[in-house]
């Protein structure tokens, strides 16, 4: 059996005996490659501060993936956590919720002697995010549990707050003497900053001005949970530790590229937050120009933060900024109306809770950019992202040049099917790599066949991974300033054009891929969408 385990780099990933991680359905051999310098657990005592402790995040998210780090034994042995909100809970009735989002949000279910020892570790502490007065009673009890854990007083502070709170947050741990400078690895004070950064490029600029003036920018971990996904950290591995795609990774061979986030549910309870958002601020400024990033990247010039970084920067600074004419014919925007997702009757964007009837928010954009350098020349890559689509899956499809119209390919009105290959980034994570074939028997038929890779066992989720590369100080999968401001860039004329237009988002029904414009688009173009 074999056991995942990350090294201090980002890529540097070493197979070690022990467990069973990621194996491939369908291959002989899994081979097992311990590289030298993987680094074991960061054992470093901490104490994890989330604010907004006792909100949907933490319940669904934060608390189960805090749970499975401490069931793999990669939480730190002196790691306490604690809740700073402003619900009247206490220690013990906040350990109860806690063990309540573990056990309805955890992949794997609650060992109860790990919980005994864990739910000692988490602490409540009531108070308001814009009270100074509340801060002095964070630190008094911080200061009694980094005693008790023996932390060293080092902080991660998790900001699972609305983003109107940020400034505010580090301006008022500043002043309660709750930040320490960057002192190495050993000696931390880390913010962990959850999206969206701002509403556009201006306020995105001006949070993280107030931030930096607290915060240095290596202790900022800005963070989008897509880029922990394990298929979408196994895109760099997949591009640069194999030999047989990065050579044909270019346009000379890729005709284009289709990236699809598809969601089945609807907004939920979250209509007062994406009613100022929608699609665009939600998915695509953040989650699909990061993927984006990484499918276009070129080689770093190693596996390091910066170098890595510097590299998705110069994808998202390559994207062509979109023209009037351009966000005309090439972006689409659409809200659901009511239909069927899955049989059950789903009702319109405009009839959930607390959308305004006549709302103008997106719920679904698709749209073509261009990568204005060397190796994307000429080669389309086509977004979408909606909610209430007929199922939850989201996918890279890389779509290769058909070979030449001759030989088998000589058919006018019987073309074979392109080669692709195609990373299944959720559910069902794994890829596929799409090919011709004969059809066994006399006769020469040709069929496409598709050689898959799934993973056997189930993924760790983003949280694990992002939580554990903020105790080891790895920023290598969290947005840099840069990266941010230069996606907002992009969006911010999109969003300005949309809301000038007189039109409102056309309506596609819940259950269906989006509004007929989508198709329309990629027709114009001579390409279709794939059927997913
Ligand atoms: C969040 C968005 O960042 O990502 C949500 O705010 C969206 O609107 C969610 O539903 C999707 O995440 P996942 O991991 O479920 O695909």
Redesign the pocket.
């Known amino acids: 059996m074999l056991k995942y385990r990350r090294g201090p780099h980002r890529g540097r990933a070493a197979l070690t005996q022990g467990e069973h991680h990621a194996m491939a359905v369908g291959t002989h051999e899994t081979v097992a490659i311990n590289h030298p310098t993987a680094k074991p657990t960061a054992n470093i005592p901490c104490s994890i501060v989330i604010f907004g402790g006792a909100g949907a995040l933490s319940h669904r998210k934060l608390l189960p993936a805090l749970y499975n780090l401490a069931l793999d034994g990669e939480l730190p042995e002196h790691c306490p956590i604690v809740a700073f909100s402003m619900e009247e809970l206490d220690d013990e009735r906040y350990r109860a919720w806690a063990r309540d989002g573990i056990e309805k949000f955890s992949r794997r279910a609650v060992d109860p002697a790990l919980w005994e020892k864990l739910g000692q570790r988490i602490h409540f502490v009531r108070g308001r995010f814009t009270e100074r007065a509340d801060y002095d009673g964070l630190r008094a009890r911080l200061e009694e549990v980094d005693r008790k854990y023996a932390t060293g007083g080092n902080h991660i502070y998790y900001f699972a707050i609305p983003p109107s709170f940020i400034e505010n947050c580090a301006a008022m741990l500043h002043e309660a003497g709750l930040i320490r400078p960057p002192d190495g690895d050993q000696h931390f004070t880390r913010v962990v900053i959850e999206?969206?950064i701002g509403y556009d490029l201006a306020s995105a600029m001006a949070i993280d001005d107030r931030v930096s003036m607290h915060f240095d920018e290596s202790q900022i971990f800005r963070i989008?949970?897509?880029l922990g996904?394990e298929t979408v950290e196994n895109l760099m591995v997949l591009r640069f530790a194999n030999a047989i795609f990065e050579p044909l990774w270019t346009s000379r061979f890729v005709d284009h590229v289709q990236l699809t986030?598809a969601?089945d549910?609807g907004?939920g309870t979250?209509a007062s937050?994406?009613e100022h958002?929608g699609?665009l601020r939600?998915?695509v400024q953040?989650?699909i120009l990061g993927v984006l990033s990484i499918i276009a990247m070129e080689p770093p010039r190693s596996t390091r933060a910066r170098a890595v970084r510097d590299s998705k920067l110069d994808v998202l600074r390559s994207i062509r900024p979109f023209g009037d004419e351009d966000i005309e014919k090439f972006t689409v925007r659409g809200q659901y109306g009511a239909g069927l997702v899955a049989g059950a009757a789903a009702p319109a964007y405009r009839d959930e809770e607390n959308v305004a009837p006549d709302s103008r928010t997106e719920t679904f954009v698709a749209m073509r950019c261009w990568i204005d350098n060397w190796r994307w020349a000429g080669v389309p890559f086509y977004i979408r992202t909606g909610?209430r689509m007929p199922k939850?899956t989201?996918e890279i499809a890389i779509y290769f040049k058909s070979v030449p119209r001759i030989l088998y390919n000589a058919n006018p009105r019987a073309q074979l099917a392109p080669n692709m290959l195609t990373i299944r980034?959720?559910p069902d994570e794994g890829l596929s790599v799409h090919i011709i074939s004969k059809v066994p028997g006399a006769q020469v038929r040709l069929q496409q066949v598709a050689v898959d890779f799934h993973y056997a066992s189930t993924t760790p989720e983003?949280y694990e991974t992002l939580l554990r590369d903020v105790i080891l100080g790895d920023q290598t999968l969290f947005m840099r300033r840069d990266a941010v401001e230069a996606s907002w860039s992009l969006v911010d004329p999109i969003i300005a054009a949309w809301a000038e237009s007189p039109a409102d988002p056309p309506l596609y029904a819940a259950g269906s891929w989006g509004p007929i414009e989508a198709a329309l688009m990629m027709a114009a173009d001579g390409r279709a969408w794939r059927a997913l």
């Open positions: 999206k969206p989008d949970h897509y996904k986030v969601e549910e907004v979250r937050y994406y958002a699609a939600d998915m953040s989650h909610k939850r989201s980034i959720q983003a």
